[in-house]
């Protein structure tokens, strides 16, 4: 549903508006994690690239409508930098949470220094080093995806390690998308198990090395969904792969961390702060 | 520079903390949308996974060192939802930005009922259906990354496409990672301009295609960067490619945007907008 034909909601629902002038990403972000403290659901409309007085003025009027609509006062989440687009939005019928507003002005106080009130410079813009290091991350990362391979990868920031489907794509990926890091992956199959060893392109590499590990029982779940009753997605062989996998890790020395109850957002940090690159500037 | 030993800034750069019971995510992108405002370095330090009253006494700890060899307060930015954790923390010698201790009382009062005070809710965890079909939008945007695989194709929620390095890979990975969109994306290439037809796969799924475009310049630069001195690169050939597949977009009805001056971010969020998907629930 969209909030082109606004309908009544029961009154347990409240809209929730996400306005920002640039992608509204970031108060997409800022008003989930306040809306996640309530158990409760919530109708969502985004408004992103609010960036002149007409469009913010469009917003207003929409806020306005699913205010008469729902006969109560939609949320309001911005990430307006212009104090006057903000005051437009502020100004509609709705509750108002401004990030700006609220933590802009106690910092300039703080810093000494007034704030530049720029509109879209949240996210790198394409021209600058950040955002070329990641677009070069995700290309990195793709290339180097389930050891697919084995070139340049003196120059990844972290290789993950792991058998089939424990998780090794979706974080990778990740840590180039939101870190810029170049993160190959490898997986580790029967085959090396039977050897007894890593594959022969990673232990020149063994510091940046980064294992993953699954339950057995999860693992035959997701492998099940690909290739149901395959030996492949068994219990039993999964149990041989995960415990061939973990004893070869502990053996090499590689740190590791299971995945079975982690989202990638949570694998990603817990790898990025063993890591832990330079990151000194803003 | 890690903050394991600590060492006296120039009094221009500021230390920032992160500071959250999980990743952190929030607790930068809250950050550094407001520390964009002001034109300073800062010097960045992530704490998450601050859970428990120890960990947090660590934190605040690490906080006071940095006010005492910085001379300065730390800015600190936090996303704790536990009351106990984020006092602790605000104790600490420091400039606190506290995102829930802000705007979760005004929503309780608002909403008529009590915050679940609950760590870890901002993301969704990896039971949810919701989690689960990011990570298969994930999968399958890979598995349908550059015209790789024709099946399936009816389960896209979106097929970008352009011309090679036109920045349709990593938009279509942002929209999956971001958004849970199943993003495929398929190449436009000489044979087609050749033909004069879309390639044959994708006239049926027409409602769902969206094509990216990018200026000559900028496209012979990025191809220059992988095959430099390449007739792919030249300036010529990139004119030509970007030419016709303008007009077969045009031709065809395809709603198109250009990504010479676009973040991903910028481009997902245009695109998103035109596809409007259903999103009522938070």
């Keep these: ?25 970031t108060a997409e972000t800022f008003g989930h994690a306040v809306l ?24 207003a009027r929409r806020i306005n409508e699913v205010f008469s609509v729902d006969q109560q006062r939609p949320i309001v989440f911005s990430t307006l930098v212009t104090p006057k ?14 990030l700006f507003q609220t933590f802009v002005a106690p910092m300039e106080q703080e810093l000494g220094v007034k704030s ?10 394409v021209d600058t080093e950040e955002y070329k290091n990641r677009i070069e991350a995700i290309n990195f990362s793709l290339a180097h995806d389930d050891g697919q391979s084995h070139k340049n990868l003196a120059e990844a920031d972290v290789i993950l ?3 089939s489907r424990s998780g090794k794509t979706p974080t990778s990926l990740y840590l180039a998308m939101q870190y810029g890091l170049k993160a190959a992956n490898y997986p580790l199959i029967p085959d ?17 090395l980064f294992g993953l590990t699954i339950s057995p029982e999860r693992l035959s779940q997701i492998r099940n969904e690909r290739r149901a009753g395959s030996k492949y997605a068994s219990l039993q062989n999964c149990r041989y792969e995960i415990n ?23 694998i990603a940090t817990t ?12």
């Design 244 to 266: 061939e996998a973990e004893q070869m890790m502990q053996r090499e020395g590689i740190r590791w961390l299971s995945s079975t109850t982690k989202s990638i957002e949570e």
């Design 1 to 25: 549903m969209t909030a082109d034909t606004p309908q009544a909601l029961p009154t347990s629902t409240r809209t929730v508006f996400f306005v920002s002038d640039g992608t509204g990403i």
């Design 85 to 98: 687009l903000s005051a437009i939005i502020r100004a509609a019928n709705g509750m108002h949470m401004d």
């Design 271 to 282: 790898i990025l702060q063993e890591i832990k690159p330079d990151r000194n500037n803003s």
């Design 36 to 59: 996640s403290q309530f158990e409760m659901r919530f109708r969502q409309i985004r408004l992103p690239f609010i960036d002149s007085i007409d469009k913010a003025h469009d917003a």
């Design 192 to 208: 090396d198990f039977e050897r007894g060893r890593l594959p022969s392109a990673l232990p020149e590499f063994r510091h940046k």
């Design 161 to 163: 390690v792991g058998v």
């Design 116 to 125: 530049t009130h720029t509109i879209g410079r949240i996210h790198n813009t």
